[in-house]
């Protein structure tokens, strides 16, 4: 007799398993590090520094891809730490197990490993507020890649970005929500939330909450040169003329669109 899978209810669900399902795509993302670093650089992408990666989704993709690839992982949160050593760190064969490295440490005070890209997605670099910390992060980044390093950091904006909206998404047994609660057009402070709501009816409010502010691309490339970095540019994520929403593709431009809310990738290069 087959076993009924387990209806998603508030109850039962857990938060980080939700969140992986709504949010991450970690083989695309490994598998777009690897492609344009080595276009890029001209060697194969080896050992890979994903801050505040939360669960490690993506560290544990990566070393997937390559009996050399090693992953770093860096994260102030040791729950979450935690939950990613058991879930995901632990379904890996010992052998790639051993190539993933979680570090709970501050991103502002760490340099060492030496490594070859890193990756700061879902926006996580908005928790710094100032050009001061915002410079610092930079800085530390830049001194942590070897030469020829790349930092890849995804941006968000758009008019839409500045509204108080939620916008639902149907998912396989729940719906995510993307909740702007809070917008400060004079110190562009942020606040967002995650909610889930389930079939039965109960929901899963506030799962996570992000006190952020919103970076502009101009700002973040300004930050970056003087960080050292060189040929920094943006790769902008095109869109699906049937959804009107992004369609994952992401291209080097020198000019925007026009979409009232977009995504793109700032990237740049240690000498």
């Known amino acids: ?146 030469p020829g390093g790349m930092l890849f950091l995804d941006a968000w904006g758009g008019g839409d970005t500045q509204f108080l909206m939620k916008e639902r998404r149907r998912l396989p047994g729940f719906d995510y929500i993307w909740d702007q609660a809070a917008f400060d057009p004079i110190t562009y402070g942020i606040v967002c939330r995650i909610h889930f709501e389930f079939r039965d009816g109960t929901r899963m409010r506030n799962a996570f909450i992000y006190d952020w502010r919103l970076w502009t691309l101009p700002e973040l490339r300004e930050l970056m040169t003087e960080a050292g970095f060189e040929d920094i540019h943006v790769l902008w994520e095109g869109t699906d003329r049937k959804t009107g929403k992004g369609n994952g593709v992401f291209r080097r431009v020198e000019k925007g669109g026009k979409e009232k809310a977009w995504v793109a990738y700032v990237v740049g290069r240690k000498s």
């Not at 990566?62 to 990613?84: C, P, Q, Y």
């Not at 197990?97 to 997605?121: F, G, K, S, T, Y």
Request: glycine letters at 4%.
């Open 1 to 146: 007799m087959r076993r009924t899978k387990e209806r998603l209810t508030a109850r039962t669900a857990d938060r980080y398993v939700l969140y992986q399902q709504s949010v991450q795509s970690p083989e695309s993302d490994a598998r777009f590090f690897t492609r344009y670093f080595r276009k890029w650089a001209g060697r194969p992408l080896r050992v890979l520094r994903e801050d505040f990666c939360g669960t490690a989704l993506l560290c544990c993709e990566f070393v997937r891809m390559h009996k050399e690839n090693i992953a770093i992982g860096v994260d102030l949160d040791s729950a979450t730490l935690a939950w990613g050593q058991v879930h995901n760190l632990g379904r890996l064969p010992p052998p790639m197990r051993e190539r993933v490295h979680l570090a709970r440490a501050n991103v502002l005070e760490l340099r060492q490993p030496m490594v070859d890209a890193i990756a700061a997605l879902n926006f996580s670099y908005s928790v710094f507020k100032t050009r001061r910390e915002m410079g610092a992060y930079l800085e530390v980044t830049h001194a942590s890649l070897a």
